[in-house]
């Protein structure tokens, strides 16, 4: 397949045309390379990929932020050295990408005031930028050269320049973060001036035989920003100036264009790559975002639109991903699904990543797996994502492990999360997992209900209990009417709800069971794509049907934030996309009663009002069930509580407890 066939960058040539994408890992709290960043990459050089991009690497104190790698100066060149040995010694190559965030960095790590081409503030920090001067613009060009110097002499095969996301080269090609009137600010020509001057001096630090990769964004996709075309006109222009590479990915980090999350969907920003090839002579260009599957990134291959492809989550999720494309493995390969619980939100926030699928992501030297001498029979109880990650585990080290669920299908929660819109991609892991148990012969069991007595038939020498959780109802007059509906069964089942729904509880469930009842009768995007290309329907009518249902949905929450338990990259989405689809939702509103026609609630102000409703749905949380845990714990002392049966949780902790578990036993 072309994903596997060798390719040259200049004077490099890369094993395969995969590539591993530079990520804020934060792994590192000083910018020095360390075992835990050396280990991570390990991994991904020892699972096949053709080229890894490390970064970014901080080029100046402006540019610091917490946990990622630098480049500064000549004592990080070092450790950078041991890393590229350790990539290079498995077959990988590399490249440093020089990182300088402008307006997005923040003086809260840095401790000194961030500068930008114009003083405006960005959503992100809120910090108002000093505005860079002639002195400061040489500085920053000739700390970018410097940093390439380094990268080279600490043993990379290329470096790459960010001028993507909304970083400072971005700022400046800009005209919304660029408002300058001398020779850096104004038209096309004097807007890309700086991103210019950047490569071209880091071409002369590095000379001609080095790659030069430019991180783009294909569109800003911002209001009033550049779009598609004139971002492929900036690419043409840094080729020009030295660039070799274009890594495209989507739009900045303050767009309200989702680009990362599951709904977008996978690899739907290939056009940008394409776009950017169309403009450049002969550079070569990496298609990314959301390129979760192999099959996909082959096509784009194939058709044309990029010559490389681009994983940073997807590696993250599966570092043997090359490998066992290269085995004929791909049923083996776990897929990134886009949640970002482990990884983005963590970062967010000030964090280090994790991976809800890959357990060992970031921890790989703690957490290698040790074959069993002696194996014990194993009993998992219950099959959602803890039960199944534990056995899995279990049998990978060589125990004989059972499973028991007592539903028909393996997945638990999971399989009703993958209901939701925006959501489908949970159903990869259910996959994954299954199909790792058939695989590893456990023996599973479904519609199998545990008791005490069939426990002790079956003589177990460890126990692990993870038979999840179940939903809260709270005690309101009228919770037994038969209007009342849960959250999950609305999920599993359908049921008919009639026009009206009030949902009670505005949580993660509360609004993603929202979005899942909004949805109900809207027009799919094979039809839009039909009534558009035929001009069917006019534009703004089509644009209604998508997002106009047959329901009115109203969502009520008695505390002020809706969405709580949504992470920070996803929660914006949904609460943004409840809108667009006319959800109305009640915050600081409570419960008072359910009545046949509607819901008694009390508003902020404590007026007692009727919303009407023809059915009620109840999604205000839930609570673990194990009841079976201490008497199982008694007869067999080796017994584990893992998962939502231990305390309603995320998936990742769930699935991060199954691997612990299962490693441990
Ligand atoms: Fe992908 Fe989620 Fe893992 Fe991040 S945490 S790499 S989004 S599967």
């Given at each position: 397949?072309?994903?596997?066939?060798?390719?040259?960058?200049?004077?490099?040539?890369?094993?395969?045309?995969?590539?591993?994408?530079?990520?804020?890992?934060?792994?590192?709290?000083?910018?020095?390379?360390?075992?835990?960043?050396?280990?991570?990459?390990?991994?991904?050089?020892?699972?096949g990929?053709?080229?890894?991009?490390?970064?970014?690497?901080?080029?100046?104190?402006?540019?610091?932020?917490?946990?990622?790698?630098?480049?500064?100066?000549?004592?990080?060149?070092?450790?950078?050295?041991?890393?590229?040995?350790?990539?290079?010694?498995?077959?990988?190559?590399?490249?440093?990408?020089?990182?300088?965030?402008?307006?997005?960095?923040t003086?809260?790590?840095?401790?000194?005031?961030?500068?930008?081409?114009?003083?405006?503030?960005?959503?992100?920090?809120?910090?108002?930028?000093?505005?860079?001067?002639?002195?400061d613009?040489?500085?920053?060009?000739?700390a970018?050269?410097?940093?390439?110097?380094?990268?080279?002499?600490?043993?990379?095969?290329?470096?790459?320049?960010?001028?993507?996301?909304?970083?400072?080269?971005?700022?400046?090609?800009s005209?919304?973060?660029?408002?300058?009137?001398?020779?850096?600010?104004?038209?096309f020509?004097?807007?890309?001036?700086?991103?210019?001057?950047?490569?071209?001096?880091?071409?002369?630090?590095?000379?001609?035989?080095?790659?030069?990769?430019?991180?783009?964004?294909g569109?800003?996709?911002?209001?009033?920003?550049?779009?598609?075309?004139?971002?492929a006109?900036?690419?043409?222009?840094?080729?020009?100036?030295?660039?070799?590479?274009?890594?495209?990915?989507?739009?900045?980090?303050e767009?309200?264009v989702?680009?990362?999350?599951?709904?977008?969907p996978?690899?739907?920003y290939?056009?940008?790559?394409?776009?950017?090839?169309?403009?450049?002579?002969?550079?070569?260009?990496?298609?990314?975002?959301?390129i979760?599957?192999?099959?996909?990134?082959?096509?784009?291959?194939?058709?044309?639109?990029a010559d490389?492809?681009?994983?940073?989550?997807?590696?993250?999720?599966?570092?043997?991903?090359?490998?066992k494309?290269?085995?004929?493995?791909?049923?083996?390969?776990?897929?990134?699904?886009?949640?970002?619980?482990?990884?983005?939100?963590?970062?967010?926030?000030?964090?280090?990543?994790?991976c809800l699928?890959?357990?060992?992501?970031?921890?790989?030297?703690?957490?290698?797996?040790?074959?069993v001498?002696?194996p014990?029979?194993?009993?998992?109880?219950?099959?959602?994502?803890?039960?199944?990650?534990?056995?899995r585990?279990a049998?990978?080290?060589?125990?004989?492990?059972?499973l028991?669920?007592?539903?028909?299908?393996?997945?638990?929660?999971?399989?009703?999360?993958?209901?939701?819109?925006?959501?489908q991609?949970?159903?990869?892991?259910?996959?994954?997992?299954?199909d790792?148990?058939?695989?590893?012969?456990v023996?599973?069991?479904?519609?199998?209900?545990?008791?005490?007595?069939?426990?002790?038939?079956?003589?177990?020498?460890?126990?692990?209990?993870?038979?999840?959780?179940?939903?809260?109802?709270?005690d309101?007059?009228?919770?037994?009417?038969?209007?009342?509906?849960?959250?999950?069964?609305?999920?599993?089942?359908?049921?008919?709800?009639?026009?009206?729904?009030?949902?009670?509880?505005?949580?993660?469930?509360?609004?993603?069971?929202a979005?899942?009842?909004?949805?109900?009768?809207?027009?799919?995007?094979?039809?839009?794509?039909?009534?558009?290309?035929?001009?069917?329907?006019?534009?703004?009518?089509?644009?209604?049907?998508?997002?106009?249902?047959?329901?009115?949905?109203?969502?009520?929450?008695?505390?002020?934030?809706?969405?709580?338990?949504i992470?920070?990259?996803?929660?914006?989405?949904?609460?943004?996309?409840?809108?667009?689809?006319?959800?109305?939702?009640?915050?600081?509103t409570?419960?008072?009663?359910?009545?046949?026609?509607?819901?008694?609630?009390?508003?902020?102000?404590?007026?007692?009002?009727?919303?009407?409703?023809?059915?009620?749905?109840?999604?205000?949380?839930?609570?673990?069930?194990?009841?079976?845990?201490?008497?199982?714990?008694?007869?067999?002392?080796?017994?584990?509580?893992?998962?939502?049966?231990?305390?309603?949780?995320?998936?990742?902790?769930?699935?991060h407890?199954?691997?612990?578990v299962?490693?441990?036993?």
């Open positions: 397949m072309k994903l596997l066939e060798p390719v040259r960058i200049g004077n490099v040539e890369l094993r395969n045309r995969i590539v591993m994408l530079p990520m804020h890992l934060g792994f590192c709290e000083d910018g020095k390379v360390g075992e835990r960043i050396t280990e991570f990459y390990r991994e991904r050089a020892q699972g990929v053709g080229l890894i991009v490390v970064g970014g690497c901080t080029i100046d104190k402006h540019s610091a932020y917490w946990g990622m790698v630098s480049l500064q100066d000549d004592s990080y060149i070092p450790g950078h050295r041991q890393l590229n040995q350790v990539i290079k010694s498995l077959g990988a190559k590399t490249c440093a990408q020089l990182f300088q965030a402008g307006r997005y960095a003086s809260r790590y840095s401790g000194i005031q961030p500068i930008a081409p114009s003083p405006i503030a960005s959503s992100l920090t809120r910090e108002v930028p000093r505005e860079m001067t002639e002195k613009i040489e500085e920053v060009i000739q970018f050269a410097a940093a390439a110097r380094r990268a080279v002499e600490a043993g990379y095969d290329m470096v790459e320049v960010i001028a993507s996301a909304g970083y400072l080269i971005s700022q400046f090609f005209p919304l973060t660029n408002q300058r009137d001398d020779e850096y600010g104004g038209d020509e004097n807007r890309c001036r700086f991103g210019v001057e950047v490569i071209k001096a880091v071409r002369t630090a590095i000379g001609s035989d080095y790659p030069i990769s430019v991180r783009l964004s569109n800003e996709f911002m209001q009033g920003g550049n779009g598609s075309l004139e971002m006109r900036f690419a043409a222009r840094l080729e020009q100036a030295g660039a070799n590479l274009f890594s495209v990915t989507g739009g900045w980090h767009s309200r989702p680009q990362i999350t599951m709904n977008v996978p690899g739907a290939s056009y940008l790559a394409r776009t950017v090839k169309e403009a450049v002579n002969n550079s070569q260009v990496i298609a990314c975002n959301r979760n599957d192999p099959v996909i990134a082959e096509q784009f291959l194939i058709e044309g639109q490389l492809v681009g994983m940073a989550r997807g590696l993250m999720a599966d570092p043997e991903l090359p490998r494309l290269e085995e004929g493995r791909w049923h083996e390969i776990r897929k990134c699904i886009g949640c970002n619980q482990g990884c983005l939100d963590a970062i967010f926030v000030g964090g280090s990543c994790r699928v890959n357990a060992r992501a970031g921890r790989e030297a703690q957490t290698r797996l040790r074959p001498e002696r014990k029979k194993v009993l998992v109880i219950g099959g959602g994502p803890a039960g199944m990650e534990a056995a585990v049998a990978t080290r060589g125990h004989d492990v059972t028991w669920e007592k539903e028909v299908n393996l997945g638990g929660q999971l399989e009703l999360a993958a209901a939701i819109p925006g959501r991609d949970f159903v990869h892991l259910i996959d994954y997992l299954e790792s148990l058939v695989e590893l012969a023996k599973v069991e479904t519609q199998k209900e545990a008791d005490i007595g069939e426990i002790k038939r079956f003589g177990p020498d460890a126990v692990v209990i993870a038979t999840g959780a179940r939903p809260i109802m709270p309101i007059p009228g919770i037994d009417s038969k209007n009342v509906v849960g959250a999950w069964e609305v999920l599993a089942f359908e049921p008919e709800l009639g026009k009206r729904v009030v949902i009670i509880g505005g949580g993660a469930v509360g609004c993603e069971v979005l899942f009842i909004a949805r109900m009768g809207t027009i799919d995007a094979d039809t839009v794509k039909f009534l558009l290309l035929n001009e069917a329907e006019p534009v703004e009518r089509i644009r209604e049907l998508a997002q106009r249902g047959t329901k009115e949905v109203v969502v009520v929450e008695q505390d002020k934030n809706m969405g709580r338990g992470g920070i990259s996803t929660r914006w989405i949904i609460l943004q996309e409840l809108a667009r689809m006319g959800v109305q939702l009640r915050p600081s409570k419960v008072i009663a359910i009545e046949e026609d509607g819901v008694v609630v009390s508003d902020p102000q404590g007026r007692t009002e009727k919303i009407p409703a023809d059915a009620v749905v109840v999604a205000v949380g839930s609570k673990p069930a194990n009841s079976l845990y201490e008497e199982i714990k008694q007869a067999f002392p080796e017994t584990y509580l893992i998962g939502d049966a231990k305390e309603p949780r995320k998936a990742l902790e769930a699935v407890e199954g691997f612990d299962g490693n441990a036993i």
